[in-house]
Nanobody, 115 residues
Framework: QVQLVESGGGLVQAGGSLRLSCVASGNRFPLNDMGWYRQAPGKQREWVATLNRDGRIILAASVKGRFTGSRDNAKNTVYLSLNVLKPEDTGVYLC?????????WGQGTQVTVSS
């Protein structure tokens, strides 16, 4: 079983920045792609970013140019830097990790962007 714990969310004004972290633990097997989704109230979960084991990132069009990410395999951690935040970026940001044992999810961290 893999535990994923996100942190770094908060309340920020439009145009501001946040840095999210997701730490994985409990895995005795390699983690493949790790990524981020977000879910706003009343909306479907939306894919935001995927980072492969080499740290290469793929970003959703809605955040490209504003969000960046990195991965530290030694720390089993992925990061997501949220820049030039907009009110529509508000939501719970969830981390996931893929492995040969399946996909695992964290509980999420709340990001609220005020206008």
């Amino acid at each position: 079983q893999v535990q994923l714990v996100e942190s770094g969310g908060g309340l920020v004004q439009a145009g501001g920045s946040l840095r999210l972290s997701c730490v994985a633990s409990g895995n005795r097997f390699p983690l493949n792609d790790m990524g981020w989704y977000r879910q706003a109230p009343g909306k479907q979960r939306e894919w935001v970013a995927t980072l492969n084991r080499d740290g290469r990132i793929i970003l959703a069009a809605s955040v490209k140019g504003r969000f960046t990410g990195s991965r530290d395999n030694a720390k089993n951690t992925v990061y997501l830097s949220l820049n030039v935040l907009k009110p529509e970026d508000t939501g719970v940001y969830l981390c996931n990790a893929d492995s040969s044992r399946g996909r695992f999810w964290g509980q999420g961290t709340q990001v609220t962007v005020s206008s």
